[in-house]
């Protein structure tokens, strides 16, 4: 199986990260809207998948590490050396002015960031490492020509309810 990686391709799955939509269809978003955020938790997490097209978001725990650690942290982090160096450079400021003029906007960055490197991680994840089902026996997983009558799988029976208490023989 070939796997489109066109430069058209990446940058359509870039712009619907900085969309925070999903990268697989791109209609459906990411998290859920800001003005229905309640606590740190309902900003920080993305939804389970993608409604529409049933993309998974994370596929494992953990799985957003990467996005905090390297793009939230790394872009956080050049932010704060970018700002020390203009502010060290054309200022003369106290060391704890200095201090609180770079965290301040970093930490900010950092949280507000945070939606954007989870979506731009999960563009990236999806372009180099695409879901795509294997082939195999099974036709990639396909759903059974004829399903089982009763809708229970192959080889198993339907259980029986119980019988009542006090009509054991
Ligand atoms: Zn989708």
Redo the contacts with the bound molecule.
Sequence with gaps: MTKDRSPALAGIYLLRAAQL????????PMFIPWHKVRSLHDWFTPLD???????AYEREAGYFLISIWAINYGFASILGLILYGLLEGFFELPVWTLMACVLLPVLLFSLFFARHSKSLFLACDLFFDPHDKEGGEDGGNKPPANPPVGGSPAGHQPVKPCEPAGTLR
């Excluded at 939509?21 to 459906?28: D, M, N, Q, Y």
């Excluded at 998948?49 to 993309?55: E, I, L, S, V």
């Design positions: 939509r999903c990268p697989a269809c791109g209609t459906k998948g993608c409604p529409r097209c049933g993309y």
